[in-house]
């Protein structure tokens, strides 16, 4: 049994590998379609993923500038000088017998992820490099035979490799988190998890507090959820330091995550650890870029998370709150928008229904910064008395869904709140006159102030639910002073 | 020297199978060739770059334009041994 006691004996170390699809139109090096969502097999496939002889692969110039965003984002340095290699392996995935990848210099060197940790400190993780290389194939596997699908094969990716710089499942999960946001916001990836647009490998080994040395690793490949990286990686922690206390030795090994067991497994030992005898490809010749080419790809990448984080400090959201937000651009930027428009009080309105709407994460979002005004408009309609906080909620989700105003949007379903005084005044006299209220006419006059409670449930029922409650029950106590 | 065990070793990295026969003709084979390539060391190469490429070339890119080359897939997977439901059919690998 693994207690926290024993757990506490070690120390684990992380470091995640991150592949990330880059949202390129065609492949890598292929003219063919990078969109392979909902195709059949093989219908984006050309002769240079199909490794014909003789086919020779060009690199793509929107790869190359996507990658240098990245770069941006990982605050990392542009080569100026990246060559591409050939890593060999024989498997069906890649017809070519190998695939181009960058292993002696890539693209992307050095830099940092400052992930935000649950209390409110930052940890750094040093980001080590990140490479350009291709996508593999899909093989389905039968009794006796594979299928090869090669729509995903020469699709772009780059790996982005950290140093181990994580100590715990919950830091692996917030590096992952905010990996997955940095690499959304510079737009370098469409960054659906489901399609696999980002799959993280996790390194992960234990050793006793006072060792000094790391512990032998093991690599769980092929994680496409933040949740997944922390289970994984707290599974992989309990599993290590259940060997070392039992006296056995974790060996070093490839494992998968099976979601469904909760558990990792063993997948391949590096003890006949591959040999991919990389050499450089000399079909790709080497990527020159200038200090002008690299700044002028840089200067389109928008304001990352942090910018907004510092930006809405004054606002005191929760925690919570702010993640929902930050979880995607467009919303980021929409209330950034509203904050700039409309100052603190509007933005606060707006941040809770959106924090409170976005709970499902895979829902479709189509508003931008361009709909703030709307936004900015139903929180003053809130502010004015107009509009009670259910019918607010209930033009917010409209809002979202099309282009109306939330005035037009409330007009229509009559659910603007009346606070013209004369028109409330007449519901008022309607149902202090009915005989059914006498006895709460009584109490008040009593002092049971309680009362007042169902004649204004008596005024919200007869104007449908649009009186202003708090006008109401102002008028109801001036009426009944004077019976 | 390239020992038995070395082809043995390559045999798997390429996925073949090799017979006694396959294996000791090409077990001399690569002995041939690297002593043929060990020529270059009788020369001095130090300060000398590496040699990445021969071309001279830098920067060759294309634009991100979708390109069939002209070829629908069918074409290309009947080009496979052996095809089934769109998909190239393999010999269970793992």
């Known amino acids: ?483 | 020297m390239i020992s038995r065990d070395d082809v043995a070793y390559l045999a798997t990295l390429s996925n073949l199978q090799l017979g006694e026969q396959e294996a000791a003709d090409l077990q001399q084979d690569l002995e041939h060739i690297i002593e043929y390539i060990h020529q270059l060391d009788e020369l001095d190469t130090s300060g000398v770059e590496p040699t990445y490429q021969v071309s001279g070339l830098e920067n060759v890119s294309r634009d991100d334009l979708i390109d069939t080359y002209g070829l629908a897939p069918e074409a290309l997977l009947a080009l496979a041994p052996l095809a089934q439901d769109n998909q190239v059919k393999v010999p269970k690998v793992l």
């Open chain 1, 1 to 483: 049994m693994i207690t926290p006691e024993i757990l506490a004996k070690y120390k684990v170390t992380i470091g995640i590998e991150c592949h990330v699809q880059l949202n390129t139109k065609t492949k890598l090096f292929s003219g063919a379609d990078n969109d392979a969502r909902n195709k059949e097999p093989n219908a984006v496939i050309s002769p240079i993923d199909f490794g014909l002889p003789g086919m020779l692969p060009v690199l793509n110039k929107e790869a190359v500038i996507l990658a240098v965003r990245a770069g941006k984002a990982l605050e990392s340095d542009i080569a100026s000088v990246s060559r591409f290699d050939r890593k060999h392996y024989f498997y069906p995935d890649l017809p070519k017998g190998y695939q181009i990848s960058q292993l002696y210099e890539p693209i992307i060197i050095g830099g940092v992820v400052r992930v935000p940790q649950e209390d409110g400190s930052v940890l750094d993780v040093r980001i080590h490099h990140a490479h350009m290389e291709e996508d593999a194939g899909k093989l389905t596997h039968y009794s006796d035979y594979s299928l090869v699908d090669l729509n995903r094969a020469g699709t772009p990716l780059i790996e982005i490799v950290s140093e181990p710089d994580m100590h715990s499942a919950v830091e692996a999960k917030a590096y992952a988190t905010e990996l997955y946001r940095l690499m959304t916001y510079a737009g370098v990836t469409n960054g659906d998890l489901y399609q696999g647009n980002m799959r993280f490998d996790v390194n992960i080994s234990i050793a006793p507090l006072d060792a000094m040395e790391l512990g032998t690793r093991a690599e769980i490949k092929n994680l496409n959820s933040f949740r997944s990286v922390e289970r994984a990686a707290e599974y992989e922690y309990r599993r290590q330091a259940d060997l070392l206390e039992k006296g056995e030795r974790v060996i070093q090994e490839t494992r998968g995550w099976d979601d469904a067991a909760q558990k990792t497994v063993s997948q391949r030992s590096k003890e006949d650890a591959q040999d991919y005898r990389y050499m450089p490809d000399p079909d790709i010749p080497p990527l020159r870029l200038t200090e002008d080419e690299i700044a002028l790809y840089q200067s389109v990448v928008p304001r990352l998370p942090q910018y907004y984080r510092d930006a809405w400090r004054d606002l005191q959201l929760d925690r919570s709150v702010a993640d929902s937000l930050l979880a995607r651009r467009a919303i980021a930027e929409l209330i950034e928008a509203v904050r700039v428009q409309a100052g603190s009080a509007a933005t606060k309105h707006v941040a809770h229904w959106f924090a409170s709407s976005l709970s499902d994460e895979t829902s479709e979002i189509t508003v931008g910064q361009d709909d703030a005004p709307r936004f900015i408009e139903l929180s003053n309609m809130v502010t004015a008395n107009e509009l009670s906080s259910t019918a607010a909620k209930d033009i917010f989700n409209e809002l979202l869904l099309g282009h109306d105003s939330p005035r037009i949007i409330a007009e229509r379903k009559n659910i603007l709140q009346v606070s013209d005084t004369g028109a409330i005044a007449a519901i008022v006299d309607e149902v202090l006159s009915d005989p059914a209220s006498a006895q709460s006419v009584a109490d008040i006059k009593e002092g049971k102030d309680k009362a007042i409670g169902f004649l204004v449930g008596q005024v919200m029922k007869r104007s449908a639910g649009t009186a202003n409650p708090g006008l109401a029950s102002q008028l109801i106590r001036e009426k009944i002073k004077d019976l």
